[in-house]
């Protein structure tokens, strides 16, 4: 095997996005509304892991949701359907990422005062989305089973970048090698504060746990104002 | 529910990147070399799927491989020590696609004279590498069971660009709620020309039927030459 490297990235690109990113944190945490940026693989179950939990959360939350795709309207309508709450969606025009200036501009359409909890569904993607901060409070990555525990060496900058990781469909562990402790002993060397979550979306398995973080992340950003 | 769209794509960069890629493929053509440009989700089976097929075919094709990633060299490894062809790791610097220019950069290292099959990996994303073409001869797209039928409508470009779809983990069709009819009835809606093969990497399954379909496209190439 050889090796050859083929680009180098401008930095300059991400500096500016990153104080776009700023300013969203700072508003939305002076409203006292938590924001969410969920991440992972298409497939992995983010909208299904969604819908299961706002609607484990819309009674004790006022929560609103937004979601990034590139072409359909299908996971804005579905989370709308299956919750009640109010969805907007995103359309990026065939990119792979939204960056905080998108954010900001979706922000607009998106009246987000008196929400405790703002949600972003990213798009299915695990490299573009890890490089820009959307303004969001805490990245949480969605890892599923059928994936492979090698992800995280492979798309180091996405678990570098996440707070939480939810390890998804683990009702299908008996059928797929994949190690979980593997896939936190990997992540714990990029992100040694990352925090795990097993779960089962289709099942439900698990998500109590990450509702609890949630209100716990809302109280935190709550008890900030002034 | 509601929308916006936050960005339009300038569409000349893609342009340049044809002409580029046309470059690419005519020279191959000439040589009587095939080029296959294998893209997914990460997690999809590509590898897996990619070693399986060249320990399958060696025997009668000579067969080179590049691999596409944004940091490790896992892939490439992996596929030089379990098959024995020479592999190239092509770094990316953290994008998330690999473009004409970089494949030809990448085949300034890779001396391919001689190949009867150059296969390249490209990064596991659905969305960038559907953008531009590499100067491969075909597009091979793997769609994995457990990621859902419903991604050939959340990403159409892939499977606008690809002329073959490999249905993956079709061994554990019983754990998931994947149809795949629903699947191909996408994909026809969006390119009415995709060829399937539903193959499970893991146990062997349906890679005869793959193996068969890329020795008629090299018989083909070489047909051409005069």
């Known amino acids: 095997m050889s090796e050859v490297r083929v680009i180098t990235i401008n930095q300059s690109v991400f500096a500016q996005?990153?104080?776009?990113?700023?300013?969203?944190?700072?508003?939305l945490t002076e409203q006292g509304t938590l924001f969410l940026n969920f991440m992972s693989s298409p497939?992995?179950?983010?909208?299904?892991?969604?819908?299961?939990?706002i609607n484990r959360l819309k009674g004790r939350l006022n929560i609103g949701e937004m979601d990034v795709d590139?072409?359909?309207?299908?996971?804005?309508?579905?989370?709308?359907?299956?919750?009640?709450?109010?969805?907007?969606?995103?359309?990026?025009?065939?990119?792979?990422?939204?960056?905080?200036?998108m954010t900001a501009r979706a922000l607009v359409e998106y009246d987000t005062k008196?929400?405790?909890l703002l949600i972003l569904e990213n798009i299915?993607?695990?490299?573009?989305?890890?490089?820009f901060d959307t303004g969001a409070h805490k990245n949480v990555t969605i890892l599923s089973v059928p994936e492979g525990d090698d992800k995280p060496l492979k798309y180091p900058l996405m678990y570098q970048v996440s707070d939480v990781v939810l390890i998804?469909?683990?009702?299908?562990?008996?059928?797929?090698?994949?190690?979980?402790?593997?896939?936190?002993?990997?992540i714990l060397a990029l992100n040694p504060n990352?925090?795990?979550?097993?779960?089962?979306?289709?099942?439900?398995?698990?998500?109590?746990?990450?509702?609890?973080?949630?209100l716990a992340e809302v109280d935190t950003i709550k008890s900030g104002i002034l």
Chains 1, 2 share one sequence.
């Open 168 to 186: 998804n469909k683990i009702d299908t562990l008996d059928y797929f090698d994949f190690n979980p402790e593997k896939a936190k002993s990997s």
């Open 17 to 27: 996005n990153d104080r776009s990113a700023e300013i969203i944190r700072k508003n």
């Open 70 to 101: 590139i072409e359909s309207s299908l996971d804005a309508q579905r989370v709308a359907d299956l919750t009640g709450v109010r969805s907007l969606q995103i359309h990026n025009g065939g990119l792979c990422h939204i960056d905080a200036d």
């Open 43 to 53: 497939g992995s179950g983010k909208t299904t892991t969604l819908v299961a939990l």
């Open 124 to 131: 299915g993607n695990l490299v573009c989305p890890a490089e």
């Open 114 to 116: 008196g929400l405790d």
């Open 194 to 214: 990352a925090v795990f979550f097993p779960i089962s979306a289709k099942t439900g398995e698990g998500l109590d746990a990450v509702c609890d973080w949630i």
